[in-house]
């Protein structure tokens, strides 16, 4: 089992899964990072880290090469580039990467979560993808998403994001999630 105190969750402290997160990432004793950005709402604040402008910069992406690659539009206001560039942050810092959302037809992940799972694909990273209208685990190998069980955090840098609107089997994989992985 692995030791909780070594372990370090990379977020965003967002409403939600990433909340939810960073409770039983405090419950069972892990270090949280959240990242955030001046005039970003959060619900969490333990571990917060403020990127400055410079640093959001260093993450910024084409906002028409995101639509195109999400197959969707996104808005282009200041505020939501931030966001974008911020789950950029979260999704290099960790080795891993969980999110709770749907799986959509085209094998993305709806709303911004699903810029978060798309980064993770394209940074090569394990990504675990809980689809709540599906009620099981994915994970994404090649080019598609398989089924799996209930996963394990394997690396002590490991990153979660998703919806807002967390539900029930939500939560209740996350729990499983840290009471596997962590006891």
Same mark, same amino acid.
Request: neutral net charge; proline residues 2%.
């Given at each position: !089992?692995?030791? /909780?105190?070594?372990?370090?969750?990379? $977020? *965003?402290?967002?409403?939600?899964?990433?909340?939810?997160?960073?409770?039983?990432?405090?419950?069972?004793?892990?270090?949280?990072?959240?990242?955030?950005?001046? *005039?970003? &709402?959060?619900?969490? $604040?333990?571990?917060?880290?403020?990127? @400055?402008?410079?640093?959001?910069?260093?993450?910024?992406?084409?906002? @028409?090469?995101?639509?195109?690659? !999400?197959?969707?539009?996104?808005?282009?206001?200041?505020?939501?580039? &931030?966001?974008?560039?911020?789950?950029?942050?979260?999704?290099?810092? *960790?080795?891993?990467?969980?999110?709770?959302?749907?799986?959509?037809?085209?094998?993305?992940?709806?709303?911004?979560?699903?810029?978060?799972?798309?980064?993770?694909?394209?940074?090569?990273?394990?990504?675990?993808?809980?689809?709540?209208?599906?009620?099981?685990?994915?994970?994404?190998? &090649?080019?598609?998403?398989?089924?799996?069980? @209930? /996963?394990?955090?394997?690396?002590?840098?490991?990153?979660?994001?998703? @919806?807002?609107?967390?539900?029930?089997? *939500? &939560?209740?994989?996350?729990?499983?999630?840290?009471?596997?992985?962590?006891?």
């Amino acid at each position: !089992m692995a030791n /909780p105190s070594e372990h370090i969750l990379y $977020s *965003g402290g967002a409403r939600g899964t990433e909340a939810y997160f960073g409770e039983l990432a405090e419950k069972y004793g892990l270090q949280e990072v959240n990242y955030s950005f001046d *005039g970003h &709402k959060l619900e969490r $604040s333990r571990g917060l880290r403020v990127l @400055t402008a410079d640093e959001l910069e260093l993450k910024d992406v084409s906002l @028409t090469y995101v639509s195109r690659l !999400m197959n969707r539009s996104y808005s282009v206001a200041p505020l939501f580039r &931030k966001v974008l560039q911020s789950i950029c942050w979260q999704i290099s810092s *960790g080795h891993e990467v969980y999110v709770v959302g749907v799986i959509q037809e085209d094998n993305t992940v709806k709303g911004g979560t699903g810029w978060g799972a798309e980064f993770a694909k394209i940074c090569n990273k394990p990504l675990y993808v809980f689809g709540q209208a599906k009620n099981a685990w994915f994970r994404w190998e &090649k080019n598609e998403w398989i089924e799996v069980e @209930t /996963p394990t955090i394997s690396h002590r840098h490991f990153t979660a994001t998703g @919806t807002r609107f967390l539900e029930e089997n *939500g &939560k209740k994989a996350i729990e499983e999630l840290f009471k596997k992985s962590f006891g």
